[in-house]
């Protein structure tokens, strides 16, 4: 099958992936289906979502879920863009539950070389040998990031259920989120990441669809809410705040959808 044409692509719609269905939830009332399309054992559901042209996709946990989704999301669809919405741990020191994390790079932080002990991360495609130098990562494009910051500068962010409103209220920040095909549930590797890569949060599909992305030459926009903090509390669980930090995360992409 081939690509929609370039121009059928600039008119298309917005592919938005969520992993699970609480994530899918989030955009629930917001959300006009119009039709459906079953592909692949995926239900890709149309319509509108702040009058902006959309489909919907639950593409299961991980990166290659991630990428099947987006790649028929491309290729089939024609979609001219691509968002990515849902919960994730942070690993950065200071942040909350609740607080969102916009990425202005999406770093897939498991593909790599072991040697000597050592991880060395590669940019997922390219030969991990030591001759081959790559540094890893996918940079969302300037100009839509100046978009995103002028429209979201001012928002407020709901406080999640059974949170405190005498803590601080949750910020919206942009920065970088790492991806794996791990959940990230331990204090040791959760100060590793940060150390190595510098990331925000983790997560598990955004760099795949990145990366996508980019073979088609779409936008990708990834949004994420903090649900846990990635075994930063010993015991935490992300599920207790899994249905309020999704919503954070789509009410944040339901306002930037229109900058796609």
Same mark, same amino acid.
């Given at each position: ?15 938005i ?7 899918r ?13 079953d592909i ?6 149309c319509?509108?979502l702040?009058?902006?042209?959309v489909?919907v996709?639950?593409? $299961?946990?991980?990166? &290659? #879920?991630a +990428?099947?989704?987006?790649?028929l %999301?491309?290729?089939? /669809?024609g ?6 919405s ?6 950065a ?18 593909y ?28 969302i494009?300037?100009a ?15 406080i ?19 991806s $794996?095909?791990?959940? &990230? #549930?331990? +204090?040791?590797?959760?100060?590793? %990441?940060?150390?190595? /890569?510098?990331?925000?949060?983790v ?14 030459r ?22 207790p ?20």
């Amino acid at each position: 099958m081939s690509s929609p044409p370039s121009s059928a692509r600039s008119i298309g719609p917005v592919g938005i992936i969520v992993a699970i269905d609480e994530e899918r939830a989030g955009f629930s009332a917001m959300f006009a289906e119009t039709e459906r399309h079953d592909i692949a054992g995926r239900t890709f559901r149309c319509g509108r979502l702040n009058d902006v042209a959309v489909i919907v996709v639950r593409a $299961g946990i991980g990166k &290659v #879920n991630a +990428a099947l989704a987006s790649t028929l %999301l491309c290729q089939h /669809f024609g979609c001219r863009a691509l968002a990515l919405s849902g919960v994730a741990g942070a690993i950065a020191p200071g942040l909350q539950l609740g607080d969102a994390v916009v990425a202005d790079r999406l770093v897939c932080y498991d593909y790599g070389a072991q040697v000597d002990g050592a991880f060395q991360a590669y940019q997922p495609g390219t030969p991990p040998l030591p001759t081959i130098r790559s540094s890893p990562g996918y940079e969302i494009d300037p100009a839509l990031l100046t978009r995103v910051r002028d429209s979201v500068t001012g928002m407020v962010l709901p406080i999640l259920p059974g949170r405190s409103e005498a803590i601080p209220p949750p910020r919206l920040l942009v920065g970088p989120i790492l991806s $794996g095909d791990t959940l &990230v #549930n331990c +204090a040791a590797m959760r100060a590793s %990441l940060y150390t190595q /890569f510098g990331g925000l949060v983790v997560e598990m599909e955004g760099a795949a669809m990145a990366q996508v992305a980019r073979r088609f030459r779409v936008p990708a926009l990834v949004v994420r809410a903090v649900s846990d903090l990635a075994g930063g509390v010993p015991g935490q669980d992300f599920r207790p705040h899994l249905a309020g930090a999704s919503l954070t995360a789509a009410t944040v992409l339901i306002r930037l959808v229109t900058h796609l």
